[in-house]
Structure formats: structure tokens, C-alpha cells
């Protein structure tokens, strides 16, 4: 079964008064074992990340401040995201074109199934095309 992107639920324990904690605790949410952790931030708003795929990465990435709206290709199929809780991610398969604009505040991190490893990665969009 092929897989396709698609928004996560994390655990939120807290109230108003103390504030909110998000939990992947025990994993069952993701898709995937994790390898990596990173995250992104004083992103320009006019600067558009992502416009790349993984060849075998799998990955799912959270907005935990401010607001990313993420375009997402597969094959034929075409997604559109607006992340802007810090308990929602949005689960990014393997071979998933993306691209992602960021709102001035935002504070993203994302969390992968794999080591980072330049060869893993398809940049060019006309490649992906032909592999996907």
C-alpha cells in the first residue's frame, strides 16, 4: 500500500493554567522509528524550503510556533497543509515532493526516520517527476 501524507494527533496533557505538553511518548502515533531530530527557525517569509523529496526518508514535521502552509506531491496527487498547532504534524512519506512557506514566527521541528545523507535526496523536480 502506497503511503501518502497526512496530519498526526499528539497527546496534549496540561490545562490553562500550567500550559500544554505534546507527547509522541511510546511512539504509537509515528509511522516510523526515529533516527533524526532538527529544527528550523528566523526562517524569511519570502523564502520557500522544502522543494525537495527523499528517496527513503519518511518524516513528519510540526509547526510547534507560528504557521507553515506545505504543499505535498505524490505521484499525481497533490496536498495542501496549514500546520499552526504545536499539537498537529503532518506525516511527509518517502518520494513526497514538498514545499513549505513559513510564517515570520515559526519554530519548526521535524523528526525522521532516518540519518541525514545527501544522496538521499531528489532536488531536482523534473527527476522527481520521472521517478515518481
Known sequence: MKK???LIQFRTIGSLAEGFISTTQQASVLPFSVKRVF?????PTEASRGNHANKETEEVL??????ITV???MAHQKYEFL???PNIGLYIPAMCWT???FSDDAIAVCVASTDFAED????DYQVFKSLS
Open 62 to 67: 510540526v509547526a510547534v510556533k507560528g504557521s
Open 4 to 6: 501518502v501524507p497526512f
Open 83 to 85: 500546520l499552526d498547532a
Open 120 to 123: 538521499d535526496y531528489v532536488r
Open 99 to 101: 514545499n513549505l512557506k
Open 71 to 73: 504543499k505535498a506531491e
Open 39 to 43: 529544527w528550523t527557525y528566523h526562517t
